[in-house]
């Protein structure tokens, strides 16, 4: 069990430190060869598909993702039905993501025509975690 979080505590500062200098090389022009990424850095679902993200990820910082993305979608559903079970989401207004020891999500979402909620969530997909950290909701009727 210590070998493996000492393992998994390995890959995560290898992770940190290649996209420090992968975020580096971008800024300084250099590894802009056949494979240019717009944007930069993209980070993994749990169904280990890339998000496509605007600008690049700042490791701890919050960086803005496509609305409709489809783990952003999936994460406002699942935001969404954990503050009401009823509640669909119609519309996702604003979203970002912060890497941390898994990633944060922030968004603000218009569900059931008739409320705007600002939610939290946290995923961490080694240790199968997802979680509503936070959500304020106001109606718009």
Known sequence: MASQKAL???VVLVSAAFAA???SDLRSGKGQGKQKRVGGWTSVDRNYE???LAQPIVLGGWTSVGQNDKTVQQIAKFAA???CS??????VENAEM??????????????SKAW????EVFEQIWT??????????KSVL
């Open 8 to 10: 998994l505590l390995l």
């Open 128 to 137: 199968n975690t997802k979680m509503l950290t936070s959500f304020a909701c």
């Open 21 to 23: 200098r992968q975020a």
């Open 116 to 119: 705007k909620c600002k939610i």
């Open 98 to 111: 912060q890497s941390v020891a898994g990633t944060n999500y922030r968004m603000d979402i218009l569900v």
């Open 86 to 91: 009823s509640y669909v989401v119609n519309a």
């Open 50 to 52: 890339t998000i496509q």
């Open 81 to 83: 039905g954990q503050i």
